[in-house]
């Protein structure tokens, strides 16, 4: 069995650091066996429904079952985790997510290659193909993490931050533009958004030149993903403006 680390460094193109705590193989086994559920659930009930071409010819109705079958078992995982953002049922009750390696958002191909290596990771039976490669793999990747350049994280509950202490002025120039707030939410994901949150948490902890450092490039992380126009960010400070975007994401996500 390979050395397996728990946690896993991250420096992001923009130049911020952070940490990520790793799943291990007991956690994803147990998200797999609630897809599982899942799965066998959609499947049961389209199965019911296209029993009605059982009254046309069996045949039919077994290759339509086995095509359902087959996609569902697909497209259950690519589904749900590019809709909400790595995640499948197992993994959100689990508290899992699916993130690229490198920290860079996670692309459509990345959650497509990984899915359909399912089908190898499950050979020959009970995914003992993928049990084998997390268990050897470092950072606890199955083959279609390999492929994807893909790790499966733990994302911990965040603590409902109380806005007030970060300083929130009541006027907040950005919502103003609801669709882009609306695609702000979208873009960044919740690790990202707690290490603003943190580094708002602990601003005064820090010398005035780290300060202004580590929000210019939280500032760039998060312009990088919605730009705003010139009249809702001009005279806004980078910390001012990393401020605004904690205060957007975590007023909707803690609804």
Not at 72 to 92: D, L, N, P
Not at 192 to 210: M, S, T, Y
Request: aromatic residues 8%; hydrophobic residues 45%; contains cysteine.
């Amino acid at each position: 069995m390979a050395d397996q680390t728990t946690t896993l460094q991250i420096r992001t193109p923009e130049g911020i650091r952070f940490s990520l705590v790793l799943a291990g193989p007991t956690s994803r086994l147990l998200a797999l066996l609630v897809d599982f559920a899942c799965i066998g659930v959609a499947s049961t009930t389209i199965s019911t429904v296209l029993r009605l071409f059982a009254l046309i010819s069996q045949d039919i109705f077994m290759a339509l079952t086995i095509l359902a079958g087959f996609v569902i078992s697909i497209g259950y995982g690519i589904v749900c985790e590019w809709y909400w953002q790595g995640q499948t049922v197992g993994k959100r009750l689990l508290r899992l997510r699916v993130m690229d390696e490198q920290g860079l958002k996670l692309q459509f191909s990345q959650v497509v290659i990984r899915n359909l290596l399912r089908i190898v990771d499950s050979l020959p039976a009970l995914y003992l193909v993928g049990g084998i490669a997390s268990l050897t793999s470092r950072r606890c990747q199955r083959l279609g993490d390999l492929a994807a350049g893909t790790i499966v994280i733990r994302t911990p509950k965040v603590q409902l931050p109380d806005l007030e202490q970060l300083g929130t002025e009541k006027f907040n120039s950005l919502t103003a533009y609801p669709h882009l707030v609306a695609r702000l939410r979208q873009k960044v994901s919740r690790e990202e958004g707690a290490i603003a949150l943190r580094a708002l948490i602990r601003r005064e902890e820090l010398d005035p030149a780290a300060r202004l450092e580590l929000f210019r490039e939280l500032a760039a992380l998060f312009r990088s993903r919605v730009a705003f126009p010139a009249e809702a960010v001009d005279g806004v400070s980078d910390e001012r403006y990393v401020r605004n975007v904690v205060e957007l994401l975590f007023e909707q996500r803690g609804r």
